[in-house]
């Protein structure tokens, strides 16, 4: 299925306008009724299947525990691997033009290489995350600490600094370095997936004073939550996140930001250094949170117009990246510099009836491979998405096809709720009261 909004990449003055969104939206729609060019995929199901992926430490039991490894395939030719382990998406083969198919994340061969690798219990920035299911909190907390209204009072909690002074992803051990339990049979018909489930316990992240990244002791998140993440692939080729969680505590409130740290490179995660600074990026937001040193907001949001991270019309990534114009709407605050390139968090605009998608979801990003034909739609429910373009990837890992990573290898679109809202009344809030129940889907939509 072609995207028609493609002519148009080829036309930079278009912004993202009736006719632009108008073009995405098409797509959305197409999309979500699963048109396909042949009658054949109409009639053909999606499949699942199961293997075991070898065995590690759960760190809530502390036992040796069996992982697994899932493989959703679509009648298009489209295949996603998922592992247990984290509930990691750890490859998604696409096919591009000529019907050539590719991997386009980046990902680890083993289940070794995840556990030692993806986002290891070290206080120096954690890792990549590399397709991680992030939470409990996705982004960073400022300097690990945020206050929340109780029945009892105002409580102050605190959690583990693993990314300078400020805690990131959920903390030294976050939802990507535990095994997921499967909830339920596979899920078969019009798509194929699987539920997966964790259970956080009161204090999660938690830690001894002394402990790392807790040098006077961490209260870690409270309240138990049972989070159900739930992943299918359908025949419009669309990968489809689901997200559930349950606040179990009768009298505890907590806060949660889940988020997928898969990075993207639409030309394949093997493809030539670089090849990802080549790619079109379009982002449906008018604003960003530009952020302090340490990459805490600063509290406002900023427009985009006149900045490196206008992305209303689509800019590849690298034409852009190591302009130093970009502290215009945050002065003495450099934003490229601190980031080391994009890693902020852009404020998705107003749903309007032009950028609406599948299941009524708001158009975020649009991500496009000009060599191979391939293309990607983000989808979603947040009010923001965080666009990562693997600043920190430095050649030192090795990925799932022999293959190092390093700067322009692969970017994110982590849709989230903003960083550190639980320090930002101003912010749309990340709070989950006791008893209750948070749902949120985001669909990334490939074609070719």
Known sequence: MRNVLLPRFTRPAVRFGAAAVLGIGLVGGLAASQASASPSHQQCSPTVSKAKFGK??????????????????????????????GAITQSIDVPGRNGREADVIL?????????????????ANGGP????????????????????????????????????????HGGLVGFGDHVWSQVGRLIRGNAAGVTLRLVSPNGDSSGAVGSPGCPDGCTGFPAQITV??????????????????????????????????????????????????????????????PTDTTQIPLGYLAP??????????????????????ANTNSPGFNQLLIAQGYDHNWVLNPQTARTTGPEGLNLAAHAWDRASGRELTVWTDQPGVQFYSGNFLTGTLVGISGHTYRQGAGY???????????????????????????NSTTIFAFSS
């Open 56 to 85: 590690t430490i759960e760190p809530y039991t502390g036992k040796l525990t069996q992982t697994f490894r899932y493989t959703l395939t679509n009648c298009r030719g489209m295949q996603i691997h998922l592992l247990s382990y």
């Open 129 to 168: 995350y590399f397709g991680e299911t992030i939470g409990r909190y996705g982004n960073r907390i400022a300097k690990g600490t945020f206050k929340l209204q109780q029945p009892s009072g105002l409580e102050t909690y605190t959690l583990p600094i693993n990314n300078g002074v400020n805690d990131l």
């Open 228 to 289: 159900d993440v739930t992943f299918t692939l359908n025949n419009a080729d669309q990968y489809r996140i689901h997200y559930k969680a349950v606040n179990d505590s009768k009298n505890l409130n907590t806060v949660i930001n889940l988020t997928n740290h898969s990075y993207f490179n639409l030309a394949g995660e093997a493809s030539t250094a670089g090849s990802a600074y080549g790619q079109f990026v379009q982002i449906n937001a008018n604003k960003y949170t």
């Open 412 to 438: 994110t679109f982590e849709t989230q709720h903003f960083p550190n809202s639980p320090n930002q009344p101003n912010f749309p809030s990340t709070e989950l009261k006791a008893g209750a129940t948070s």
């Open 304 to 325: 985009v117009k006149g900045t490196p991270f206008d992305f209303t019309r689509p800019h590849t990534i690298g034409s852009r990246i190591d302009d130093v114009s």
């Open 107 to 123: 990902g680890f061969k083993t289940l070794k290489d995840y556990v030692t690798e993806a986002s290891p219990p070290v206080t």
